[in-house]
């Protein structure tokens, strides 16, 4: 279809060589055949300038200037021609190939090897000599050879943008694996920092609140306490965790990390935490496989215990919390229990990140959690948390 489209400064370049060249071959009277049917010299201008201004459409038309150009091509056979004029054909054959429409690309050539080849039959069938040969093989300089230069040069350009976009799509996929490992690696950090401080933090507020709502020195006296060692604590957890994302970055969990080792460690301080609130802090281990466990199912396990008996801390009613452990071969299975309803007392609001962390935790690992009120058989209600991790690592 033809375009208004401005053409491009090579192709104005290419349009006003050709003709400057044609009209000096004009001038100096070289032509490439005689005896035509128009043989005064000047006849031969017009299928030149034709041809020239086609060339300024090679790109927004080419399709569109091929056609007219084989119609001067044709035209320029009854003159006494001019080199120009060819040279200026083949050039929009080769841009025909380049530039048309993919499926316009792959007929030209089809279309130029039969024309050469039913033109070289023809002179041979009608002019049997070498001279018949020789305008068969031109007839594929002109026609064929442009054409097949053409698609060897589209080829290998679409091959360059192909690979171009391969390239821009392994950056993007490589930019989206980057995010998404930040992204993991920021809630691994979040998780972290959350069950680090919050324990802490949430026993301070409890006993600092009691400490200024209770008017008994005593109290104060082992309220602070509580205070100064959950505030030592929780700047020793702090300043390790620094520690290691600065050494290790983003290597995943540390050999240092918490491990089921110092659980026993974690329930007494969480016992002391919760003695003025009411709260019996007790551990049940019998976990009947004594191997080691993977470093992630161990810290997983930790601290899905810490976050519990934080979360009982801030909202248990007064009476027992029970940590319990059971191993099998393939699964660790981790119990936290404390009773529901109301207490007497400071509490500490909750923002339930604590509960979003624990089930990122198990779900990273391919285990399964639940957490929610339960009734005993003796019509107690409890808050139960169970977890289900999975001790060997699952394809």
Do not use: C
Request: proline fraction near 6%.
């Amino acid at each position: 279809m033809f375009s208004l489209a401005r053409p491009h400064r090579d192709d104005v370049l290419l349009a006003v060589t050709g003709l400057a060249g044609g009209v000096f071959l004009w001038l100096v009277g070289l032509h490439i055949q005689n005896g035509r049917l128009f043989d005064a010299p000047w006849v031969s201008l017009l299928p030149l300038v034709v041809m020239s201004a086609l060339e300024l459409l090679r790109r927004s038309a080419p399709l569109t200037a091929l056609a007219i150009g084989s119609v001067a091509l044709v035209a320029d056979q009854f003159t006494v021609g001019s080199l120009a004029t060819l040279l200026l054909f083949t050039d929009l054959v080769y841009a025909a190939v380049l530039y048309g429409r993919p499926a316009a690309s792959r007929r030209i050539p089809v279309i130029a090897l039969l024309v050469t080849v039913a033109v070289t039959a023809g002179f041979i069938a009608l002019v049997p000599s070498a001279d018949a040969l020789l305008l068969g093989i031109l007839t594929g300089m002109v026609s064929f050879g442009p054409a097949l230069t053409g698609a060897a040069v589209r080829n290998h350009r679409d091959a360059a943008e192909a690979a171009r976009l391969r390239a821009d799509q392994t950056a993007l996929l490589a930019e989206m694996d980057r995010v998404q490992a930040v992204t993991a690696e920021r809630a691994r950090m979040a998780r972290e920092l959350h069950d680090i401080v919050a324990n802490h933090l949430s026993a301070i507020a409890i006993h600092s609140t009691a400490a200024l709502s209770i008017d008994d020195p005593g109290t104060s006296r082992d309220a602070l306490g509580v205070i100064r060692q959950n505030s030592v604590d929780g700047l020793a957890e702090m300043r390790r965790l620094i520690g290691l994302l600065r050494e290790n970055g983003a290597a995943g969990p540390p050999s240092v990390a918490p491990t089921l080792a110092s659980l026993d460690t974690l329930v007494e301080q969480a016992g002391a935490n919760s003695a003025s609130s009411g709260l019996t802090v007790t551990l049940d281990d019998a976990r009947e496989e004594a191997g080691p466990l993977p470093a992630p199912v161990e810290l997983a396990a930790y601290r899905i215990v810490q976050e519990s008996l934080t979360n009982a801390l801030k909202h248990a009613a007064p009476g027992p919390v029970t940590v319990r452990l059971r191993r099998s071969r393939e699964v660790l299975a981790v119990e936290v229990s404390s009773v529901s309803g109301e207490r007497p007392g400071p509490r500490a609001p909750g923002s339930g990140a604590g509960l979003v962390g624990m089930r990122e935790r198990v779900a990273l690992l391919g285990g399964t959690i639940e957490a929610g009120p339960r009734r005993r058989g003796d019509g107690t209600e409890i808050w139960l948390v169970r977890a289900e991790l999975p001790v060997e690592e699952r394809a």
